[in-house]
């Protein structure tokens, strides 16, 4: 499985609406500074941690487990001298 770009597109765009956009429209009050950072910090997190999800599934570390017999049936179909004929 590769990237596809229109997932990858889709939540960037939206995770940079609501940190670039969405920061500039709060409202003039004492806490505007720190609500525009959490909403930019928010919407970074959020993006790298969907990435670093959507990156994990690209490459499994866990594969399928094999059972012995799968796997030398496996090895003798694809022509891997693992096995000896006899």
Avoid: D
């Avoid at 940190?19 to 004492?30: E, H, L, N, S, T």
């Avoid at 012995?68 to 179909?77: C, G, P, S």
Wanted: hydrophobic residues 55%.
């Amino acid at each position: 499985m590769g990237i596809a770009l229109v997932p990858l597109l889709v939540f960037t765009i939206f995770w940079g609406i609501v940190g670039i956009v969405i920061p500039f429209c709060v409202r003039k009050a004492p806490n505007r500074g720190i609500l525009q950072v959490v909403l930019m910090l928010t919407a970074a997190t959020c993006w790298l941690f969907w990435l670093c999800c959507y990156m994990a599934q690209m490459n499994p570390l866990i594969g399928p487990k094999l059972s012995n017999k799968t796997v030398l049936l496996i090895a003798r179909e694809w022509g891997n001298p693992l096995i000896l004929e006899h």
